[in-house]
């Protein structure tokens, strides 16, 4: 397995940690102790829900790991028509408030293309979030030629897909592609003859979780 080297915090906090820091030294000063408390609990949560730790990722080349942290509410054999054209295992990790929402890439290899869609913000856990959210997908080919799709979906409270990663970007397993801010889902499209390593009610971890093995 190997450790990588990051900041503990994702850069797209930093904003909201310093907004945060700087109108509760504000309120300390000019305002009331009441909301200088509400204030400080507020950046505590904003240093608390952008934080990035450190995965140990598994290197065997058939490993595909969880895109993001959260629990396992869907694995089910779908025809997906949208990206893939094909038959596929449809994974589903929904993350809530509290989980780390970086999210990485399951697999090493190249981002064949990307799908952007504005949609509709129903809440992250139900089956319809999958098509009518707003959403962000990858298409990534792995060097064996296979494809996975790889879906950041917005919720109820969130409201900010951040995608770092372009069409023909090469990724290495586990790598950090970006995150969904305050509450999200995750899917994932595996070819068929994955060998499935999880089950519905599980709890996993982004890059470090392996969520199934390709051969």
Known sequence: MAVENQAPIAKEGYIFIAIGVVATALSAVFLSQGLTIFLALLSFFCLWFFRDPKRKVPQDEGFVVSPADGLIVDISSVQEDRFLKKPAIKVSVFLNVFNVHVNRVPVAGKIVDTFYNAGKFLRANVPKASLDNEQNALLIEM???????????????????????????????????????????????????????????????????????LR
Do not use: H, N, Y
């Open 143 to 213: 060097t064996s030629g296979k494809r996975i799709v790889c879906i950041q979906i917005a919720g109820l409270i969130a409201r900010r897909i951040v995608c770092r990663a372009k069409k023909g970007d090469l990724f290495d397993r586990g790598e950090r592609f970006g995150l969904i801010r305050f509450g999200s889902r995750t899917d994932i499209f595996l070819p068929p003859e994955t060998e499935m390593q999880i089950k519905v009610g599980d709890k996993v971890k982004g890059g470090e979780t392996v969520l199934g093995m």
